[in-house]
């Protein structure tokens, strides 16, 4: 039985659902409610977390003197079981669950008896929720990581095995300079690698633990929530205020805000590869593992993953927007507003890994064809490097910037290539030209020229992916 059909018929046959918060009620709840209330249906992703919190928490009812040894180890082999159940698909939603937490706590007092029943004492579903939300998100943050990281080794096994490829870097979508193909990956894996950090910087700030605050106003059975901290693993200790614990979720805006500027990056990277497998550029195929065809036109291969990826980073974008407005206009502390956060946080951690492992597919498998990137260079490609000829004889940059314009619409108007005027030409622009200028003409020289850390040079490519290794290393 699903859950929104359990709750649901509970509300509509004999209303004796044993609820967490049913003794100050008596008339029955509308059905329409019962749905429009219930979380169970999405919530239970976290049924280990629950399980995991209520664990330790019995623990902690134990150490103030509310449990005993035997009723603890009761209510914590009982969670297994409620856990074995979960993992194998048979446990049984029933009328009354409306979320992961109340359906949790009744299967445990099925199987435990009365004793399941003091599992709750001094602890608030919302202390709890918040507590469940945390756990959860501290693991998908670590698997998000991993697909993450996946991605960028990908992306240093091809700088690496194709730094020779020369292709046209651009500025405003116009040719623009002579860079390397494993140059272009590694500018995405630079913008990945500050994702990664932000995923790794927050994750303190998740791993902040609410559970002892209660409703609102702490917990009167002194529990230590500093064993709680240490047994379930936050490492960045316990939350400052009760109020304030119960209601905080900036640590779900700020993971789905860092996913956004994943998102865009990853959108960027792949409006890059949909331009560049495009007929005109014709740089690069995407594998057929990764493209669909027409219903109509029988030569078309749409690079459709790409699509999705830069698709897909618009509605993560509208989640965080979404969250913020729920968020807005809450007054202090818990409300059932913050119901809301959940889809729109599972909604990003599913979207994002899947684009992350797409991604990776993508990258992975791609084919290039350096024959097509190299006739996207051109030499007023180089007319900066004509520039910098001059520099080199001493003459002011801003006079050879001039210059090399002039030189440009010289070619311009002659209909011909920067690289087809003769040296009397060039002369005509500056006396400083001598014989050696044909050496500018050189792409590979181009690209050479640009040694600087960062920069286009086949020594720096590698370093950069290099870096990039170590920085995954360490991680």
């Known amino acids: 039985m699903t859950a929104q059909k359990a709750v649901s018929e509970g509300a509509a046959g004999d209303g004796g659902a044993k609820r967490l918060w049913g003794g100050r009620f008596t008339g029955a709840t509308d059905p329409l409610m019962e749905k429009f209330n219930e979380s169970l249906s999405f919530d239970q992703r976290m049924w280990a977390e629950d399980i995991r919190g209520s664990q330790s928490y019995a623990k902690a009812l134990e150490k103030v003197g509310i449990l005993s040894g035997e009723e603890t180890k009761q209510i914590i082999d009982g969670l297994d079981k409620v856990g074995e159940e979960w993992e194998n698909g048979s446990f049984e939603v029933k009328s009354g669950d409306e979320d992961i937490h109340t359906a949790n706590e009744r299967r445990l007092t099925e199987i435990v008896g009365s004793v399941g029943g003091k599992l709750h004492t001094g ?45 046209p870097g651009f500025t ?36 902040t633990l609410p559970l002892g605050s209660g409703a609102l106003a702490g917990n009167p059975f002194l529990v230590d929530r500093q064993f709680l901290s240490e047994d379930l693993g936050f490492s960045g200790g316990v939350t400052l205020n009760s109020m304030d614990a119960v209601s905080d979720r900036d640590f779900v805006a700020e993971f789905i805000f860092t996913s956004s500027l994943l998102m865009v990056h990853l959108s960027r990277w792949a409006e890059d590869l949909i331009v560049y497998s495009s007929s005109p550029f014709g740089f690069v195929k995407c594998s057929d593992a990764y493209t669909t065809g027409s219903s109509l036109m029988p030569q078309k291969k749409n690079p459709d993953a790409l699509e999705l990826i830069r698709g897909k980073a618009g509605r993560i974008q509208g989640n965080l927007s979404g969250l913020l407005c729920v968020l807005k206009g809450t007054p ?25 492992q797409i991604g990776t597919g993508v990258l992975s498998t791609i084919e290039i064809f350096p024959e097509n990137m190299m006739k996207g260079l051109s030499s007023e490609m180089l007319a900066t490097d004509l520039a910098e000829y001059l520099v080199r004889k001493g003459v002011p940059f801003r006079d050879t910037h001039h210059i090399s314009g002039e030189v440009v619409r010289m070619a311009e108007s002659k209909k011909c290539a920067l690289s087809d005027l003769s040296l009397e030409e060039l002369k005509t622009a500056s006396h400083f030209f001598m014989e050696d200028v044909s050496s500018v003409w050189e792409f590979q020289k181009s690209a050479e020229g640009r040694d600087t850390e960062g920069g286009a040079s086949r020594r720096s490519v590698l370093e950069q992916a290099q870096k990039i290794r170590k920085y995954l290393d360490d991680q």
């Open 332 to 356: 202090t502390t818990y409300n059932k507003d913050f119901q809301e956060a959940w889809q729109l946080m599972f909604d990003t951690v599913d979207s994002v890994n899947d684009c992350l």
């Open 172 to 207: 405003h979508l116009q040719s623009a300079q002579t860079v390397r193909w494993g140059h272009w990956i590694m500018s995405h894996v630079a913008a990945w690698q500050r994702d990664d950090q932000r995923f790794n910087d927050m994750t303190p700030r998740i791993a």
């Open 123 to 167: 602890r608030s579903r919302n202390d709890q929720v918040a507590t469940d939300t945390r756990l959860w998100l501290m693991k998908e943050v670590k698997l998000m990581r991993s697909h993450l990281h996946a991605l960028m080794k990908v992306a240093c096994e091809r700088s690496e095995r194709e730094v020779d490829v020369l292709m």
